[in-house]
């Protein structure tokens, strides 16, 4: 991985974010919005963005905020890989994104003019704005990219999923490049409402609303929802080294799996079989892992259930593992969270920093690993981190990743 991106709830770029994370800052926050009084919790973590100020107005009309979010991420990717067109092989060049949710501002405000308005007319790039493989087509046209442009969209395990399945492409030399992650924006009406209408999302918590995701915790309540867009660019270890590229460190494996036992419900040997894929896949033993980036969404089933399936895998080695749960402060991307925690985790390699597990103070039996509770731990070396993806619909996703040597 020689380029990395990302802007979020807790900064506009990969470096701000990372310090941002390091510090336990958290992007949650009381919605400021006219339909905030509609919801029952209304908290969110927004990303701090206004389009106008990175797009001209002709283009700006034709991009949901989910494709301002991809553009974005996936431009600083480019950058800090140091790459120009003209190196670039463009037919041998491709982009994989991942989105659970897709255009969901420009078909809530659809409906609205339609149905709330009582109105025929809507906005005549609603199609192009809405579909799912916008913010996939634009990262395309910007590059000049003609290889495989693909979207992938499996709930919040999306962006690791698009990870994973642009490594496998340039791992069997089918590509040269890929720009690779996640983007998401569901902070419309429609969409938190749907989201309520679960039962998931956590209760704000009245003394300190950005504490209101606890993962792991036992007072936790639910998950935050979040916004924003990470990118990676991928590139066969050979080509970076030759053109003297920075190297942010290695994906080695990728495990992917399928719950069948219910369609919201985790299930321990589905994350478990992910897993232990990914390490085969990587050649990794058990005790050559140093972390976990976990998918701690801050739900009562998501976080017991990766617990045991964390214990099913390393057994009592499980306790000396560190692991940290980075949605309790830039709340949950669904579909864009995978890659967002990937650039996560790339950097706490790269700085030795293991990033804090926020507003973890009620200790649960359930959950009684070491989950690097509100406090960064510096100086600490991490050669292999698992990042995980966990998602409704049973797909479960597991990267291995190793630092930068």
Same mark, same amino acid.
């Given at each position: 991985?020689?380029?990395?991106?990302?802007?979020?709830?807790?900064?506009?770029?990969?470096?701000?974010?990372?310090?941002?994370?390091?510090?336990?800052?958290?992007?949650?926050?009381?919605?400021?919005?006219?339909?905030?009084?509609?919801?029952?919790?209304?908290?969110?973590?927004?990303a701090n963005f206004e389009g106008e100020h990175h797009f001209a107005p002709p283009k700006l009309r034709m991009l949901d905020r989910v494709s301002q979010f991809a553009l974005i991420a996936a431009n600083e990717a480019v950058a800090t890989a140091r790459l120009d067109k003209g190196e670039i092989n463009a037919p041998r060049s491709g982009v994989f994104v991942g989105t659970g949710m897709g255009g969901t501002q420009t078909i809530d405000d659809g409906y609205q003019t339609l149905y709330g308005e009582n109105s025929d007319?809507?906005?005549?790039?609603?199609?192009?704005?809405?579909?799912?493989?916008?913010?996939?087509?634009?990262?395309?046209? #910007?590059?000049?990219?003609?290889?495989?442009?693909?979207?992938?969209? @499996? /709930?919040? +395990?999306?962006? %690791?999923?698009?990870? &994973? $399945?642009?490594?496998?492409?340039?791992?069997?030399?089918?590509?040269?490049?890929?720009?690779?992650?996640?983007?998401?924006?569901?902070?419309?009406?429609?969409?938190?409402?749907?989201?309520?209408?679960?039962?998931?999302?956590?209760?704000?918590?009245?003394?300190?609303?950005?504490?209101?995701?606890?993962?792991?915790?036992?007072?936790?309540?639910?998950?935050?929802?979040? #916004?924003?867009?990470?990118?990676?660019?991928?590139?066969?270890?050979? @080509? /970076?080294? +030759?053109?003297? %590229?920075?190297?942010? &460190? $290695?994906?080695?494996?990728?495990?992917?799996?399928?719950?069948?036992?219910?369609?919201?419900?985790?299930?321990?040997?589905?994350?478990?079989?992910?897993?232990?894929?990914?390490?085969?896949?990587?050649?990794?033993?058990?005790?050559?892992?140093?972390?976990?980036?976990?998918?701690?969404?801050?739900?009562?089933?998501?976080?017991?259930?990766?617990?045991?399936?964390?214990?099913?895998?390393?057994?009592?080695?499980?306790?000396?593992?560190?692991?940290? /749960?980075?949605?309790?402060?830039?709340?949950?991307?669904?579909?864009?969270?995978?890659?967002?925690?990937?650039?996560?985790?790339?950097?706490?390699?790269?700085?030795?920093?293991?990033?804090?597990?926020?507003?973890?103070?009620?200790?649960?039996?359930?959950?009684?690993?070491?989950?690097?509770?509100?406090?960064?731990?510096?100086?600490?070396?991490?050669?292999?981190?698992?990042?995980?993806?966990?998602?409704?619909?049973?797909?479960?996703?597991?990267?291995?990743?190793?630092?930068?040597?």
């Amino acid at each position: 991985m020689t380029g990395v991106g990302a802007i979020c709830p807790l900064g506009a770029n990969a470096t701000e974010t990372f310090e941002n994370a390091r510090l336990g800052r958290s992007g949650i926050q009381r919605l400021d919005t006219a339909f905030a009084n509609r919801l029952l919790s209304p908290i969110a973590a927004s990303a701090n963005f206004e389009g106008e100020h990175h797009f001209a107005p002709p283009k700006l009309r034709m991009l949901d905020r989910v494709s301002q979010f991809a553009l974005i991420a996936a431009n600083e990717a480019v950058a800090t890989a140091r790459l120009d067109k003209g190196e670039i092989n463009a037919p041998r060049s491709g982009v994989f994104v991942g989105t659970g949710m897709g255009g969901t501002q420009t078909i809530d405000d659809g409906y609205q003019t339609l149905y709330g308005e009582n109105s025929d007319r809507i906005k005549p790039f609603t199609v192009l704005m809405g579909m799912y493989n916008a913010p996939a087509a634009w990262i395309s046209i #910007e590059h000049g990219l003609r290889g495989p442009c693909l979207t992938y969209s @499996t /709930a919040c +395990a999306s962006s %690791a999923v698009a990870i &994973g $399945e642009a490594w496998m492409r340039v791992a069997r030399g089918e590509i040269d490049l890929a720009i690779a992650g996640g983007a998401e924006a569901p902070l419309s009406c429609g969409s938190l409402k749907a989201w309520e209408a679960l039962h998931t999302l956590a209760a704000i918590d009245d003394n300190d609303p950005a504490a209101s995701c606890k993962p792991f915790s036992r007072n936790r309540s639910g998950m935050v929802l979040g #916004e924003g867009a990470a990118m990676v660019i991928l590139e066969p270890w050979e @080509t /970076a080294v +030759a053109r003297g %590229a920075p190297i942010y &460190g $290695e994906t080695l494996g990728y495990g992917v799996t399928t719950d069948i036992g219910h369609i919201t419900r985790p299930s321990v040997e589905g994350q478990t079989a992910a897993m232990l894929n990914a390490l085969s896949v990587a050649g990794i033993d058990l005790s050559e892992v140093d972390a976990i980036n976990a998918h701690g969404t801050g739900t009562l089933a998501n976080d017991s259930t990766e617990t045991a399936a964390i214990k099913a895998v390393f057994n009592a080695d499980a306790y000396r593992i560190p692991i940290s /749960a980075t949605k309790s402060i830039h709340g949950h991307l669904l579909g864009a969270a995978g890659a967002l925690e990937c650039v996560l985790s790339l950097l706490a390699m790269q700085y030795e920093t293991l990033l804090p597990t926020m507003h973890l103070h009620a200790a649960d039996p359930e959950c009684d690993l070491d989950y690097v509770p509100n406090r960064a731990r510096e100086g600490v070396a991490a050669r292999i981190m698992l990042s995980h993806s966990f998602a409704f619909g049973g797909t479960n996703a597991v990267l291995v990743l190793k630092c930068r040597e």
